[in-house]
């Protein structure tokens, strides 16, 4: 257990604020992740996918879409999945230099009406960060390690393939690792590297790429989401792994 001169106190801070990088135009982030206290309808996460949480509300979700693909549905599912969970944590080691509880099994969620994910739970405010990190497996590694691998697994079970969910995590992992920090080169390591810094094998490798197009730098996905397969849901334009889908509203 970390002692406690490491662990994230701001007395200036709101006690329903995790983070003080939470504030500005990143506020919204505290919608998106709080201490498990501060959120009362919070599930733990071993429940809500081991106990038919996870079943029921994409079938909510499903409703909504119109009973749409289910491929489609769960994908889009863990797109809101992710962007909630990557993001503030990204955001919190980066610029206020907090590592975050994120681990799996200690963490809750809690859902909109329709399904799809509201918030998540955490069971305390972390602790200081180390700094120095230049590639961005550092500023992730716990993410990646403590809840990527298991909440892929789970999502995986529901039959979209690992690759799609992989793919789902870095778009809104690349988004954030250039907001916080923007590399001179064209490729961010932690999708070009094929193994992770303790030699294991990095699933996010070849999930994004930067390309040119019409004189700008796209990033472009490797795997479609399949949002085009759920009605009145936007193009990811660009982004799209599909050239059929990129100019489509």
Known sequence: MASAQHHIADPDQPASVLSPAFAGE???????MALSADLPDGVPLPLFFGNGGFEQAIERY????????????????SLYYFSALSIPYVLARRLAAQELPVAFDQ?????????????????HRGRNAQGGEEDGFEAIGPLL???????????????????????????????????????EGPDLTVFVRGCLPDGGVNP??????????????????????????LPGVQSCGKLCALPSQRNMQ
């Open 107 to 123: 963490m809750t969620i809690a859902l909109h009406d329709n399904g799809l994910p509201r918030a998540f739970g955490v069971p």
């Open 26 to 32: 990143h506020a919204w982030c505290s919608e998106k």
């Open 62 to 77: 499903a409703t909504a879409c119109g009973d749409s693909d289910r491929r489609a549905v769960v994908s889009m599912w």
């Open 204 to 229: 996010l490798c070849g999930s994004l790429r930067y390309v040119e197009e019409d004189g700008e730098r796209v990033a472009r996905r490797k795997i479609c989401c399949l949002r085009y397969m």
């Open 145 to 183: 390690e403590e809840h990527l691998h298991e909440a892929v697994r789970k999502l995986a079970a529901c039959g979209v393939s690992a690759k799609l969910c992989w793919n789902n995590a870095a778009v809104y992992l690349d988004y954030v690792l250039r907001l916080t920090r923007p590399p």
